[in-house]
């Protein structure tokens, strides 16, 4: 599975922007998607999950992102998106999406994920 990430930038505090990971599976629709990041000097972090369409596409949120941060798939476009809103300078990391074969719970861990991209660079200027 190829995982591919896009959309990033630099942006001003405030400001949104939307990634987009397209996936090569053709089992995409039974997929966990995640988002984590990475930030300067950091260690790699949880963001959003939505889990497969066959356990209902429910969205998870780090504390830090929730209320900012939305997470959505389209399975024809075998697509995860990442719409952020509210930037902050907090937020600037490079962004990694994951997916895992659907398993219950655990969203956040990164070891249970078992494809990555290559990660888009998001700047948030302040």
């Known amino acids: 599975v190829q995982l591919q990430a896009s959309g990033g930038g630099l942006v001003q505090a405030g400001g949104s922007l939307r990634l987009s990971c397209t996936s090569s599976?053709?089992?995409?629709?039974?997929?966990?998607m995640g988002w984590f990041r990475q930030g300067p000097g950091k260690e790699r972090e949880f963001v959003s999950a939505?889990?497969?369409?066959?356990?209902?596409?429910?969205?998870r949120h780090s504390d830090s992102v929730k209320g900012r941060f939305t997470i959505s798939r389209d399975n024809a476009k075998r697509t995860v998106y990442l719409q952020m809103n509210t930037l902050k300078s907090e937020d600037t990391a490079v962004y990694y999406c994951?997916?895992?074969?659907?398993?219950?719970?655990?969203?956040?861990?990164?070891?249970?994920?078992?494809?990555w991209g290559q990660g888009t660079l998001v700047t948030v200027s302040s």
């Open positions: 994951a997916a895992r074969s659907h398993t219950a719970g655990y969203y956040f861990r990164s070891d249970l994920y078992n494809y």
């Open positions: 939505i889990s497969s369409s066959g356990s209902g596409a429910s969205q």
């Open positions: 599976a053709s089992t995409f629709r039974n997929h966990d």
